[in-house]
């Protein structure tokens, strides 16, 4: 079973970066897709991005394509969220998990084994 650890999140002013990073205990990591949600205030966990095991294919939501890339190290067991162009609308906090579908899901469900969260606040 593998167990993810955020880290990486703070404050921010809009158009600055964050990376985030996520390690993950375990001897299987390199056999989960990863992926990337938020959550704001009083709003649903929401996707953000995924990458497929061997880090080949990803997929992003709409919303920060362009902005935010999602990659990952094998050898570290560490998938990275690198965040640039940063917008109030960005603030929640995010949360990394992983999911035994290949397909690079976007609905929470198909993940387990979520994280405890980082908070990314983003001021304008």
């Known amino acids: 079973q593998v167990q993810p650890v955020e880290s990486g999140g703070g404050l921010v002013q809009a158009g600055g970066s964050l990376r985030l990073s996520c390690a993950a205990s375990?001897?299987?990591?390199?056999?989960?897709?990863m992926g990337w949600f938020r959550q704001a205030p009083g709003e649903e966990r929401d996707f953000v991005a995924a990458?497929?095991?061997?880090?080949?294919?990803?997929y992003y939501a709409n919303s920060v394509k362009g902005r935010f890339t999602i990659s990952r190290d094998n050898v570290k067991n560490t998938v990275y969220l690198q965040m640039n162009s940063l917008k109030p609308e960005d603030t929640a906090v995010y949360y990394c998990?992983?999911?035994?579908?290949?397909?690079?899901?976007?609905?929470?469900?198909?993940?387990?084994?979520w994280g405890q969260g980082t908070q990314v606040t983003v001021s304008s």
């Open positions: 998990a992983t999911s035994a579908n290949l397909a690079l899901p976007t609905g929470r469900y198909a993940y387990d084994n």
């Open positions: 375990g001897r299987t990591f390199n056999r989960y897709t």
């Open positions: 990458i497929s095991p061997s880090g080949s294919s990803t």
